[in-house]
């Protein structure tokens, strides 16, 4: 069962050697880390995994306390040809602990399943920009205590461009469809971040990221504001370890974000 991987057996798997010829493979050009999209796919024919290996979102508002933790979260990528992928994200274990002057409670699971495409536009051949199309759709798997039990979708235009010198910059736009919260229809989620990157000699990226979200529930709006930083290390050009921190700037937004992560590309 999805809720049993172990995760010492999953990040073992990715760390094992690579099956495929890396001969004439682009850059390793994983999503993570950080909340931004990368423009780049995975080259035709090859598998890429990469890992939500640990994730811990801490918030206090009000009286209530909500610590939320994932393990060994996959999404798994493989590239019908050069330009587009097609991806696979779930949870296999996810758990919320809510507390409060009443007490505590806490809820595990597996999380939603999301499907998602990828099509690069521009970039992947080389050139300084970078765009790409990424549309995806959620499947409701969660229990009724971790998800809200509704399709709901969105689309991304992520998009780079290489500064030179090791640096880059990079926005991903985003559109999400939800269910509003009275049940009675969907309503927009706008999102963006804005990144800027700084690759060294040694495989190490160090980046950071403006975050921002704006929900427009019938209900009520929401917005919430980040401020992100996340390093990268590519020991080998098919695999990857990262880890970041993420800082909520306003109440709606949670305090704290820490992860960390492995990519591996087969």
């Not at 999404?75 to 330009?83: F, Q």
């Not at 939603?112 to 549309?135: C, Q, Y």
């Not at 990268?232 to 909520?248: E, H, M, R, Y």
Request: glycine content about 12%; hydrophobic content about 40%; charged content about 20%.
């Amino acid at each position: 069962m999805i809720g049993r991987v172990s995760l010492a057996a999953l990040l073992l798997t990715i760390a094992s050697p690579v099956w495929a010829d890396d001969g004439g493979l682009r850059d390793l050009c994983p999503d993570r880390p950080g909340k931004g999209t990368g423009t780049c796919t995975v080259d035709a024919g090859h598998f890429q995994v990469e890992v939500d290996a640990f994730d811990a979102t801490l918030q206090h508002e009000g009286s209530v306390t909500t610590d939320t933790y994932i393990a060994a979260a996959p999404l798994l990528k493989y590239g019908v040809t050069d330009d587009w992928d097609i991806e696979v994200a779930f949870t296999p274990f996810e758990a919320v602990r809510t507390r409060d002057a009443s007490g505590s409670n806490t809820q595990t699971g597996i999380g939603d399943l999301f499907l998602r495409t990828k099509f690069n536009l521009s970039g992947n051949e080389g050139g300084a920009l970078g765009i790409a199309f990424e549309p995806f759709l959620k499947i409701p798997t969660a229990n009724k205590e971790l998800g809200n039990g509704t399709v709901e979708g969105g689309a991304l235009l992520p998009l780079a461009y290489d500064l030179g010198s090791g640096w880059s910059i990079a926005s991903t736009p985003e559109v999400d469809v939800l269910r509003n919260q009275s049940r009675d229809g969907y309503h927009a989620d706008i999102i963006n971040v804005v990144a800027i990157g700084r690759a060294f000699d040694g495989g190490v990226t160090l980046g950071a990221e403006a975050w921002e979200s704006s929900e427009l529930d019938p209900a009520g709006s929401t917005q919430e504001y980040s401020l992100d930083f996340d390093a990268a290390w590519q020991p080998d050009s098919d695999l990857q370890l990262d880890g970041g921190i993420n800082v909520g700037l306003n109440r709606a937004t949670p305090d704290v974000q820490i992860y960390a992560g492995i990519s591996r590309r087969f």
